[in-house]
């Protein structure tokens, strides 16, 4: 059988081509959790956050957050909060060996269940998910900075609330906004408590930028965030201006995911090396085999969202089958 080192081995390797910001100068916060500033108008108006590195090697998101930081950004009306999330698998990045340092002990973007916050478990990303979690739950509107194992187009991940995809067709970008329920082996910070809640006023997106260690991937995070905050009225345009890309926003699609794909061995193998968003236009089409199963897509015009076999592991998903919604402008 395979080891995960073996499959990481034959995949093709990410230069990192951004740099990877020290972020030790924002450890002692000013509310009383390390790593997270926040700062009130004095006006009246949501608490607005944005969070980085709740997996530990996705820099794009740690660059804006250090960016807006440093800049002195101040909000126009209610609170903004920026933070940082997995610092501890951020600060044993290594970089000959990429894919380790998403987390220490657990994913801290499937801990995010009452039961599972509450209970007796232990690990490092619970411990910091616990630290958070009050300075969360005072939250409105967040947005939640990720990246992707393979190149890829960026991705907004509404989550399954029709108020979700309302607030990534406001925002207007990236292109490609994504409805899904998130995963099944545990429950992302996007969806926790009112994020998820149909009946709340309180929102949330999770961004996934494109590649972790590309320019690209840096350049959509600032973006994405300055747009964000824009969105939500904490900032005015001007006031975030430098962080904008020249490019105007254009039509996005809407994805609906149906399904995902869990690999039941370490024999798992796409049939070409998909990277995400392709459409696989018959229902029949074999895109990948599990040892000596055939895994084909289930309807005509399926899209691929996120594959990816960096995580490799029986019970883990490795892609995720979403139609193409006709959503009316």
Not at 161 to 189: C, I, M, S, W, Y
Request: net charge negative; charged share 25%; with cysteine.
């Amino acid at each position: 059988m395979k080891t995960l080192e073996q499959v990481r081995a034959s995949l093709k390797p990410y230069p990192v081509e951004v740099e990877f910001p020290d972020i030790r100068p924002w450890k002692t916060g000013n509310c009383g959790v390390d790593y997270v500033h926040s700062f009130d108008s004095g006006v009246p108006g949501p608490h607005v956050m944005i969070m980085a590195l709740t997996h530990g090697n996705e820099v794009s998101g740690a660059i804006a957050v250090d960016a807006f930081l440093r800049s002195g950004l101040r909000p126009r009306q209610g609170r903004l909060s920026l933070g940082f999330g997995n610092v501890e698998a951020y600060h044993r990045f290594d970089p000959q060996d990429i894919d380790a340092t998403r987390y220490l002990d657990e994913d801290m973007n499937r801990v995010w269940l009452p039961a599972k916050l509450d209970s007796e478990q232990q690990s490092l990303e619970l411990r910091r998910a616990r630290e958070l979690r009050p300075f969360i739950d005072s939250v409105d509107l967040l947005l939640d900075i990720h990246s992707m194992h393979e190149e890829s187009a960026p991705l907004m991940m509404c989550g399954a609330r029709t108020k979700g995809l309302e607030f990534a067709a406001t925002l207007g970008v990236p292109a490609t906004v994504v409805v899904d329920a998130g995963h099944a082996n545990g429950r992302r910070l996007r969806d926790y408590a009112d994020f998820n809640d149909a009946a709340s006023r309180k929102n949330a997106l999770l961004v996934e930028t494109g590649q972790h260690f590309s320019q690209r991937s840096r350049q959509v995070a600032l973006d994405v965030a300055a747009r964000f905050l824009i969105t939500t009225q904490a900032v005015s345009e001007e006031d975030v201006a430098a962080f904008l890309s020249p490019r105007e926003p254009g039509p996005q699609r809407f994805l609906q995911v149906t399904e995902p794909v869990v690999a039941n061995s370490m024999d798992f193998n796409f049939v070409e090396d998909f990277r995400g968003l392709e459409l696989i236009a018959r229902a029949g089409t074999v895109i990948a085999r599990d040892g000596d199963q055939e895994i084909v897509t289930p309807y005509d015009n399926c899209v691929l969202v996120q594959p990816s076999l960096r995580h490799l592991s029986p019970g883990v998903t490795v892609v995720r089958l979403a139609k193409v919604l006709d959503i009316p402008h």
